[in-house]
């Protein structure tokens, strides 16, 4: 039996990634940068095991269907093939986000598996080898391995299409992100099949792909110049073009809800009365503010009124991907 347990935490796009160049190989169209937070967090086991007759996935508890088994199956056969590997698996994941609410944790629940998997089998990965083996899981994942700013190189094939983290002079830590939560449900449109409606179809996504690139360069400057007002007004433009694109896909579909515009009018209200914090969302209706810690308190008291307090969920710079000790009844 081979065993290896791993905690990562979810990344929220500052810069975002729409659309796959490579459906199989998860090569994106363009290149992303992000922050890694420390509010969510999957940790994920794994076991290889000699006694099993096919793969298992238990999520929360809760032993997970065909579907879904298929998906974490199609993970490990690429860890098996590589190593030589003809066991079976059972895979134990409790995520500490909602899950399919615009939360991002297939990033955080892939990447763990990914972390788990290098240590079951020790496969002794770099970062940029663990990135880019938990890109092949979820896009996002390939992010999750960093703490702090991380950057997405889009790349143009499966040996040039990974992560690292972006150096910053912990100015993160001044940083802090406030959910709002105005949806923790399943959304109508996942992610991987809003992306692929929206490359196939929306006349508006070659704009996207004409300014990513722009946006990027603006975000990695600010980082570099610990400018909060120039990577939060990329942010927030970036994160409304991304979204922009659904409106033009074949059928058209949006992630918005009321609330969702209700957060959005909220924070520009705040900004006119002189507290800077600039949204951005993912594919889901909920909403994540980018805020100066100092400015933190401020935020929230000017949603309180709007939103209950379990709406509201600080989160700020998280940590990299960690292995976690397996207790002795788990290594049974």
Request: aromatic share 8%; proline share 3%; hydrophobic share 40%.
């Amino acid at each position: 039996m081979y065993t290896g347990k791993a905690r990562a935490y979810t990344n929220i796009a500052l810069i975002k990634y729409w659309g796959k160049k490579d459906e199989h190989l998860i090569i994106p169209m363009n290149s992303s940068l992000s922050l890694t937070l420390d509010a969510f967090y999957t940790e994920t086991s794994v076991q290889f095991d000699e006694n099993l007759t096919e793969d298992l996935f238990v999520l929360d508890g809760q032993k997970q269907d065909t579907k879904q088994t298929t998906k974490i199956s199609k993970f490990l056969d690429l860890v098996r093939k590589e190593q030589n590997l003809a066991l079976f698996a059972k895979v134990d994941s409790q995520n500490y986000v909602p899950t399919a609410a615009g939360l991002a944790s297939s990033a955080s629940g892939l990447a763990a598996l990914a972390g788990a998997c290098n240590e079951a089998l020790d496969l002794q990965l770099t970062e940029i080898e663990l990135s880019r083996l938990a890109r092949r899981g979820s896009g996002s994942a390939c992010r999750s391995i960093f703490g702090g700013f991380a950057e997405w190189q889009k790349g143009d094939s499966d040996q040039t299409s990974f992560a690292q983290g972006i150096p910053s002079d912990h100015w993160e830590d001044e940083l802090a992100m406030l959910f709002v939560l105005v949806d923790d449900g399943v959304k109508d449109v996942s992610s991987r099949d809003g992306m692929k409606r929206t490359v196939e179809s929306s006349s508006f996504y070659s704009g996207w792909l004409e300014t990513v690139e722009a946006d990027l360069a603006t975000a990695k400057q600010a980082i570099a110049e610990k400018d909060f007002n120039k990577l939060g007004e990329v942010t927030e433009a970036n994160g409304l073009r991304m979204h922009g694109t659904t409106l033009a896909a074949v059928p058209p579909f949006t992630y918005w809800s009321p609330e969702s515009l209700k957060v959005m009018q909220l924070v520009r209200s705040a900004r006119q009365q002189g507290l800077p914090c600039y949204f951005t969302m993912d594919a889901g209706p909920n909403v994540k503010i980018l805020v100066e810690k100092k400015n933190l308190s401020t935020l929230k008291n000017h949603l309180a009124t709007h939103f209950s307090k379990k709406q509201l969920i600080e989160a700020y710079a998280g940590p990299k991907i960690a292995l976690i000790p397996l207790e002795r009844s788990e290594k049974l």
